[in-house]
């Protein structure tokens, strides 16, 4: 059974930082991608990130570089390093992991992905 496990939400003042990590169990990491989603509240959930086994990233409009992905599939962990948060950062932040399309690369919409992590919540302010 897929199980994916968020860590690292908390509070943070405008322009600091925080660390996500997905830890993965119940299926083989190497051959899933995987991704970072937010949604906040009356929005629709939106992708932050998505990553493929080879670990190439596709980002969405709005993290202009403030945000960097990376996999470990030793330990089976996926990272979200966010920097320069924003109010508008606000919002509960899922995993997400499917396996990887034939063709390579990753899925980009909440649809294409089976399997979510419980959440954990961001909150930027001033």
């Known amino acids: 059974q897929v199980k994916l496990v968020e860590s690292g939400g908390g509070s943070v003042q405008i322009g600091g930082s925080l660390k996500l990590a997905c830890v993965g169990s119940?299926?083989?990491?190497?051959?899933?991608?995987m991704a970072w989603f937010r949604q906040n509240l009356g929005k629709e959930r939106e992708r932050v990130v998505s990553?493929?086994?080879?670990?190439?990233?596709s980002y969405g409009n709005f993290v202009k570089s403030r945000f960097t992905i990376s996999r470990d599939n030793a330990t089976n962990t996926l990272y979200l390093q966010m920097n320069s948060l924003k109010p508008e950062d606000t919002g509960m932040y899922y995993c997400?992991?499917?396996?990887?399309?034939?063709?390579?690369?990753?899925?980009?919409?909440?649809?294409?992905?089976?399997?979510w992590g419980q959440g954990t919540q961001v909150t930027v302010s001033s």
């Open positions: 997400a992991a499917d396996r990887a399309p034939r063709y390579g690369g990753c899925w980009s919409r909440p649809a294409d992905f089976g399997h």
């Open positions: 119940g299926y083989t990491y190497s051959t899933y991608c």
């Open positions: 990553v493929a086994s080879d670990g190439s990233a």
